[in-house]
């Protein structure tokens, strides 16, 4: 079992820029696939950004390409998003969340079904 802390929220304005931070314990998630998902007051949960094992592979969703990037330090068992030039629309809940099926893989999960773990979250509110 592994559990899953987000941490790095908060409120900013828009333009601003935040990092989060996705801590682990329990368990490594050096050899899996992490995603960051977020659900906004009244929508589905969305993707935003995932990241195979070795940090070698990425995929973004279109609304946060070349303003997000995901990272990784696998020795920390920590994930990090550095959020940039944030717009009033990226406010939401964001979630980091492990793909354990994909361990040593090359290839990053993009839907909520194909992840085994999740963090309960953190705040980011972006005003305008």
């Known amino acids: 079992q592994v559990q899953l802390v987000e941490s790095g929220g908060g409120l900013v304005q828009s333009g601003g820029s935040l990092r989060l931070s996705c801590a682990a314990s329990?368990?490594?998630?050096?050899?899996?696939?992490m995603g960051w998902f977020r659900q906004a007051p009244g929508k589905e949960r969305e993707f935003v950004v995932a990241?195979?094992?070795?940090?070698?592979?990425?995929a973004y969703a279109d609304s946060v390409k070349g303003r997000f990037t995901i990272s990784r330090a696998n020795a920390k068992n920590t994930v990090y998003l550095q959020m940039n030039s944030l717009k009033p629309e990226d406010t939401a809940v964001y979630h980091c969340?492990?793909?354990?099926?994909?361990?040593?893989?090359?290839?990053?999960?993009?839907?909520?079904?194909?992840?085994?773990?999740w963090g309960q979250g953190t705040q980011v509110t972006v005003s305008s």
């Open positions: 329990g368990r490594t998630i050096s050899r899996s696939g």
């Open positions: 990241i195979s094992w070795s940090g070698s592979n990425t």
């Open positions: 969340a492990a793909d354990y099926r994909r361990e040593f893989s090359p290839v990053v999960a993009a839907t909520t079904s194909e992840y085994d773990y």
